[in-house]
């Protein structure tokens, strides 16, 4: 990864590893193998971004998109919610 991209890179292995204990300690293991796919797209960017040299805005987008899917993992419904998804949303 160029140098600046160093934060891009920070980023997304804390919130990676944050979630992964929040997935282990949850026993989510839909998450957590989801969380092995987003590090086989991360280490596949890391050793093509020489050749492809993809822009900052692009791997920030990944980075808020992956982020954004661990988080809703992470986030519990109630009864009401699955309801309302059930009926509004999923039909």
């Known amino acids: 990864m160029r140098k600046n991209q160093l934060p891009i890179l920070i980023v997304n292995f804390v919130f990676i590893f944050i ?12 998450f957590l193998f989801y969380i ?14 020489k050749i492809i040299k993809y822009p900052n805005r692009l791997l920030w987008g990944l980075t ?25 949303l999923l039909t």
């Open 19 to 30: 979630f992964s204990i929040i997935f282990l300690k949850k026993q989510n293991h839909e």
């Open 36 to 49: 092995g796919v987003i590090l086989t797209f991360l280490i596949l960017i890391i050793k093509t971004n």
């Open 64 to 88: 808020f998109w992956s982020i954004m899917h661990m988080l809703g993992g992470g986030i519990e419904t109630n009864k009401t919610t699955r309801g309302f998804m059930k009926r509004f």
